[in-house]
């Protein structure tokens, strides 16, 4: 007898093993809620490069070799607003910022002074600068205040789980859509998930993982958003980002119950040639982007996009020809509830007595306009938990209310 | 000089191009010499078909001897068990901890063989990384480490060789790094990973690849960067609350200014006079006079191996690897005043360690790492000739995210569980020992690119299940001979069970199965096993 009717004749296939939890809507979403999409530029992006202040003659004297020239000049910004201009490999964004969908917001980012990548990363996305005692994210502490049924797709990180995202809540991590799924022979996959079912009933973080793997596996094949097809001829770059962005796109149009995904960008680390090394890795981003905001289309009126970076870099360029670890720095807001169309910022000047220890100082903290989102486009109510030590403001007129 | 125009295109650890003529090459004499085989599996003690249970009778948990080398190898067989348990933790740790008097002879000579740059000098390396664009330094050093750990007998050396590593982590893919690491590991963390943290620590500050990575290289009395200061202190010795200011780090940074790397020098560190800040400067609290030269930079090292906080930080992380995320206190405190009164020695330490009654207490606290579930994979089974162990384990470290000295960040790989566990990197280790056990599985989703679509688990890792089978054939039986074979101890009832209606498939769970249906079901107890905690922790 062969395994396979071995197995089936035992019965074990027959005894129901898990139930999927899934939440099907128009969009996938409950209630009117955004889902929220955090794009993390790991390296500390060079927010003076990517939105060019090409109004303040400082910015020019203190970059002799690697400013991005003005607008009309060969190889200038695009203008925005008269003062600040897009690099022009970030040009894909400039209709989504006319079309009043995309806001960029300056000299932002967290008041921590540490310069260190990973202090600085650890505190930003455990939402509590400064602390060192935080062991969960502020994005897990926001779905733990959520109520109501629940997919396992809530919170999704991609790649890796983001710290953003750590915590006691469940959530998923995800590599790719296609190779999330159980690799077996198909008559050994019910007794083997029995055993698994049976040896992992406990509760410790690995029975919670557990539980997670075989609820979520079933809830994507039964979503199946590998299926669905990229929309209104939007085209993703072939790059790690653009490759998560799009199956960010396929779970939202999958309805699988998506509310807060995590998707990382890396390599804005730009200690030298700073123009050779920021050239792709901009293009990529806003191709990225403008193909994720063109592929949903007008799913994007319920879809938020929030993109931050550790910190900006020192203002003055180094002797090659990149910039060392600053402070402030650029945050994009894309979505049909954004306030596009402009560059938010108090912005503080780049004279010598304006600058935080030699970089642009931060009159906007992240925790102010991820705050935003959350109240007015995600519907939260209570921050309490979520950025515990903030004393806000929790608002910038960023985005729209739902 | 200018050891920054060796930098090759941006890579990581995804692009890192894996040589195949050497993979085929180190293969091939791993398996000619035999020794890609490991010590052969337990012997089939059982009498006759129910009474499969070993010898001695099996715990449900692990005995402080199979506990040690969970803990303090890459994974173990029944042989090195067996003496083990002669021996006695005490003497078997000491038997580890003299690391010197293994014959590792076999392996450095295949090694030597197929990676060249594992014996050369700067000279030599700038040299072929100049002039061979084929030369790829980055690939020899990830795979000698690997094979290292994943054949050497001295287990507990090489475990302490990755802890130091990654204690002073640098990019493997951040430019120069790549041509310089191997000289790194062999020349400032393999010769003093079982020595006095106080030469290691002076090795780590002279050596190219840190004074590259933390930009110490362009340190200098006119432009101070505080990069190496800050992470000396944070990372290397007192711990980010170990009591020093952002004003210590200033200071410290003027102590090492000048100190720097040129090709004129057999070593390429070369302290460089006229950039050094001759001043005098504080440092926790201590004057060092102005008029000092490299001894500035030699004396806060040596403040900072002897400074109480280094010890109890030292002592911390070496009880997170081998304790518990969160160790005890009275552990940690034991081997901070064990590295206090003995300058720092590690041996010292980790007696202190292992020999504690928190150590043994510890038994399941820790999950493996993915090079740590990787390697057991292959050092649990005897794999058959012909086998692409190698390949195996490299491709699955790199795929679960854990190549070595591939972490971007100073911090190195975290030790913690919470950083490895997420549904998404349990499901792949599930797949993987699915894969492994069924042997007919596509390794698929993980396997990059270089491999052929059609490959299947068994051409990487051939289990021997027929050996491992023995005389075993109701599904009792098949479950207790797998999971002694695997864990080498007892498991629950509720989790035994689970196994045994697994490998039974209906059948009564006494019954003599046919042995086609005796190996399906080793195979299915095998893919559970594998994938369970007992497995999954250590």
Known sequence: MKRRTFLKASGLAAVPLITPRLVFGQTGQTGSADVLVCVYQRGGADGLNMVVPHGESAYYQNRPNIAVPQPGQTGGAIDLDGFFGLNPNLSPLKSLYDAGDLAVVHATGSPDPSRSHFEAQDFMEYGTPGVNTTTDGWLNRYLATLSGPASTFQGVGFGQVQLALQGAYPVVGMNSIEGYNLNTHPEDEDPLRAAIAGLFNQAAPMDVAASGILASVDELKAADPGSIAVDHGAEYPASPFGTDMQQVAQLIKSGIGLQVACVDVGGWDHHDQLEAAMTPLASDFAATLAAFYQDLGDRMASVTVVTMTEFGRRVKENASLGTDHGHGSVMFALGGGVNGGQVITQWPGLSSGDLNQGDLAITTDYRTVLSDALINRLGAADLQSVFPDFVGPSGAGVFQSI | ?538
């Open chain 2, 1 to 538: 000089m200018n050891v920054l125009t060796l930098q090759s295109s941006p890579m990581t650890a995804n692009t890192l191009k894996a040589n195949q003529a050497q993979i085929q090459a180190i293969t091939r004499l791993l398996v000619d010499s035999g020794m890609g085989q490991l010590p052969a599996m337990a012997a089939d003690k059982s009498a006759a078909d129910g009474k499969t249970l070993a010898a001695a009778p099996m715990d449900q948990q692990p005995d402080l001897l199979a506990h040690f080398l969970n803990r303090s190898s890459y994974g173990y067989s029944a042989e090195e068990l067996d003496l083990a348990r002669d021996l006695g933790l005490a003497e078997y740790l000491e038997y580890q901890l003299a690391w010197e008097a293994f014959d590792i002879g076999v392996i450095e000579n295949l090694l030597h063989q197929v990676f060249d740059s594992l014996s050369m000098d700067y000279a030599e390396v700038i040299h072929r990384a100049r002039s061979d664009n084929q030369f790829n330094p980055a690939f020899e050093i990830v795979a000698a480490t690997l094979i290292r750990a994943a054949y050497q007998p001295n287990q507990l050396y090489e475990m302490m060789v990755e802890f130091w590593s990654n204690h002073f982590n640098v990019n493997l893919f951040d430019g120069a790094i790549q041509v310089f690491k191997g000289i790194d590991d062999r020349d400032n963390i393999r010769p003093h990973a079982l020595g006095r943290f106080r030469d290691l620590l002076h090795a780590n500050a002279k050596s190219p690849v840190m004074l590259l990575y933390l930009d110490g290289f362009s340190n200098t009395a006119d432009g101070p960067n505080e990069n190496y200061a800050r992470e000396l202190m944070e990372l290397h010795t007192l711990g980010v609350n170990g009591g020093y200011t952002e004003d210590d780090v200033k200071e410290v940074a003027r102590c090492f200014t000048g100190w720097t790397i040129t090709e004129q020098a057999d070593g390429l560190f070369f302290f460089f006079a006229p950039n050094h800040d001759t001043g005098a400067k504080t440092v926790l609290g201590q004057t060092i006079p102005a008029g000092g030269g490299i001894e500035d930079g030699e004396q806060v090292l040596d403040l900072l191996a002897s400074h109480p906080s280094t010890a109890a930080f030292i002592a911390k992380k070496l009880c997170q690897r081998f304790i518990s995320d969160e160790p005890p206190q009275a552990a940690v405190d034991a081997v901070a005043t064990t590295f206090t009164q003995t300058d720092g020695d590690i041996k010292d330490c980790l007696r202190t360690l292992f020999l504690s009654d928190e150590f043994a207490a510890s038994s399941g606290q820790k999950f493996k790492r993915p090079v740590e579930y990787v390697l057991s994979l292959v050092r649990t089974f005897t794999p058959v000739s012909n086998n692409r162990a190698f390949e195996f384990i490299y491709r699955q470290t790199r795929n679960m995210k854990q190549t070595p000295f591939a972490y971007p960040a100073p911090t190195g790989y975290s030790d913690q569980a919470a950083s490895w566990l997420n549904t998404n990197a349990l499901l792949d280790r599930w797949n993987l020992a699915f894969a492994v056990a069924f042997g007919d599985l596509d390794l698929g989703r993980n396997v990059d690119g270089d491999n052929e679509p059609s490959a299947v688990a068994a051409d990487f890792l051939p289990i021997p299940v027929l050996t491992m089978l023995g005389s075993a054939r109701s599904a009792a039986a098949i479950t207790d001979r797998m999971i002694e074979q695997v864990l080498h101890h007892n498991i629950g009832q509720n989790d035994r069970d689970a196994l045994i209606q697994l490998a039974a498939g209906g059948q009564p769970s006494t019954v003599p199965l046919p042995l086609d249906q005796a190996l399906a079901s080793a195979r299915a107890v095998l893919a559970a096993l594998l994938a369970s905690r007992h497995f999954q922790q250590r």
